[in-house]
Structures are given as structure tokens and as C-alpha cells.
């Protein structure tokens, strides 16, 4: 029994297939294929149920499978032991963040890191939060920047920082006249939305504690997963919308002046750090936590004075 053969079981588990398996594991599908068999004869068992499409793991197979990722990331701990050791961080990280983050955020923390730490690659992908969570328990990736709290006791989340919506408003509408919005100011018959599958959209409404979609008010919906088409729509066709506070960097001052903020306790989006509660790697997600964290404006650390929005909407 190798590590190897238990990261080709673990691989046909994870995408229940032999080809995107090979694939992912940069070998061919018989070279694949032959180990997994050599094992499934060396414990005397079947692993895989292959008569199956999508193939799935046997009874035993399932029990087998579950000890081989402890194994694997007990092993994997050796070589973050001997990192730690050099003092150095280095390795493969792997991280997921929600596209209404990954604009707003990254630009401020990815040249800094790659040059502080240049022995790591790290491979980043924008996804919605459910495809984020799915591919963390499936350990396709080593960490999510989500908002929370997720609720998932298979999780562990680290808050990082409180971000604050705001109202961008035209100067059509009513908010426009006010200094600061309340929660029952707003009519959600006016705001432009996020499409579903987005945590921004369930929050923007227990904001506005509607729980309608702006469909079922207005003649034209339209569908964007964008935060800057929020905001042209905004400012070609009236109504307002809610945004993360980090979007508000590039504005133009003619459009900060379209910008209104919550009356405190302001809804703010907590974002965390996300991992499998079974995680490794502890060094390489430290070091990118610190580097967030230096790139934050300190009021965003501060919980007082916050209302953290649910991402989820009550039925």
C-alpha cells in the first residue's frame, strides 16, 4: 500500500470518475486504473463499484477511502513540520473567493504575498459560495474567503473583517435626500439585485427584511452576478443598490456623492477564512491571513457598533 494508491482512490471519490481522476492526478487512466486494482488485490476488497456511472465507492470502499484522506493529511503535516523547522512558507495553496470579494481584495494582497513568500503557487478561483463549500469538503481547495457565518459544523471559520454595505443611490430616488438609511427606508421594488446564487443577494434582502425579488415588481429583471453592473444600472437607470463597502474604492467623486451609509448599528458581511475542519497547511493560511489583514482598513476589525447580515433568507 503506497500514498500514492490512496491519492488515486481519493481522486476517483472526490470526481467519481477514472479519466477526470488520471486527468487531475497527471497520470493516464490505465496507469490509474492498475494501482487502484493492485490495492483493491493486496486488502482483498472492491473500492469502487464499477459497474456504476458515475462509479461509486463499495461499502468497505467508503470506510477505506475516509482513513486515506486522514493518512494523507497526516503525511502531508510532515512536510509543514520540516517548513516550519527552515522557517520558511512555501507549498501549494489553493483558495476560493466569492466574485463580489475577489475585485475589491485581491488587487491589494497578491503582489505583496507572491513577493514575500516566492517559493509558494497559489492557484486561486472565484466561485459562489455553495461551489466554494462543496469544494472544500471534497478538499479541492485549501481554503474559502466567504461570507459568514456559514453554520456548517464540517467548517472552521476564521473572521478576518466586518465589511459595511452601502446605499449607491440615484439622485432620482428619495434615499438620495437622506444622510443616512435606515433598513425601513429602503423599497425594495427599487433595488437592483444580484442574481440567485449569490450570498450578496439573500443579505441585500434581510437588509431591506423583504423577502420579494425585484421580478415580481418590475417590468424588466435583469440577471448580473457583477457588483460594477449594480452600479451602472444605477447610474443609467435610476432606483439604488447595496454594495460592499471595498467596491467604493475606484469611484469617482460624482459617484461617492451617490454613496449613503447605514445609520449604526450599520449590516456589515462578516468575512472569514474558511477551511475543512480537518485542514493541514496551517503556515501557508496564516501567512495569507497576515496578509489580508495588512491590507484591511483598521475600522473593518472592529465588530462594535455591527450588525453581521445572515447569508441565508428565512422561508
Not at 248 to 263: G, T
Not at 267 to 290: D, W
Request: proline letters at 5%.
Amino acid at each position: 500500500m503506497t500514498t500514492v494508491q490512496l491519492e488515486y482512490i481519493v481522486a476517483v471519490d472526490t470526481y467519481r470518475s477514472f479519466v477526470i481522476a488520471a486527468e487531475k492526478c497527471f497520470v493516464t487512466q490505465p496507469t490509474l486504473s492498475m494501482q487502484i486494482q493492485k490495492l483493491e488485490d493486496e486488502l482483498g476488497v472492491k473500492i469502487f463499484d464499477r459497474s456504476k456511472l458515475p462509479v461509486i465507492p463499495t461499502e468497505i470502499g467508503i470506510e477505506i477511502i475516509a482513513q486515506s484522506r486522514i493518512i494523507l493529511k497526516e503525511n502531508g503535516k510532515i512536510k509543514e513540520i520540516i517548513g516550519e523547522h527552515k522557517k520558511e512558507v512555501q507549498g501549494h495553496l489553493r483558495v476560493g473567493i466569492i466574485p463580489t470579494l475577489a475585485p475589491y481584495l485581491l488587487p491589494r494582497i497578491l503582489t505583496g504575498f507572491m513577493k514575500k513568500y516566492p517559493k509558494v503557487k497559489l492557484e486561486i478561483w472565484e466561485y459562489p459560495t455553495e461551489q466554494i463549500i462543496q469544494q472544500l469538503k471534497q478538499e479541492q481547495l485549501d481554503c474559502g474567503l466567504l461570507a459568514t457565518p456559514l453554520h456548517n459544523p464540517n467548517l472552521d471559520e476564521q473572521p478576518l473583517f466586518y465589511e459595511s454595505f452601502v446605499v449607491y443611490t440615484a439622485k432620482t430616488n428619495s434615499l438620495f435626500e437622506k444622510k443616512y438609511i435606515k433598513p425601513e427606508d429602503i423599497d425594495v421594488r427599487e433595488v437592483w439585485l444580484l442574481n440567485e446564487g449569490h450570498c450578496m443577494r439573500n443579505q441585500v434582502l434581510n437588509i431591506c427584511r423583504d423577502k420579494f425579488t425585484m421580478g415580481e415588481y418590475k417590468n424588466l429583471e435583469y440577471n448580473t452576478g457583477s457588483v460594477e453592473t449594480l452600479k451602472r444600472m444605477v447610474d443609467l437607470n435610476a432606483g439604488f443598490t447595496i454594495l460592499p463597502e471595498l467596491s467604493l474604492q475606484e469611484m469617482s467623486a460624482r459617484q461617492m456623492n451617490m454613496v449613503r451609509y447605514f445609520k449604526a448599528p450599520e449590516p456589515v458581511r462578516e468575512i472569514s477564512i474558511v477551511t475543512h475542519r480537518f485542514f493541514i497547511k496551517q503556515a501557508l493560511i496564516a501567512a495569507f491571513k497576515k496578509e489580508i489583514l495588512a491590507h484591511v482598513p483598521e475600522k473593518m476589525k472592529i465588530q462594535k457598533n455591527k450588525n453581521i447580515v445572515e447569508i441565508t433568507v428565512d422561508k
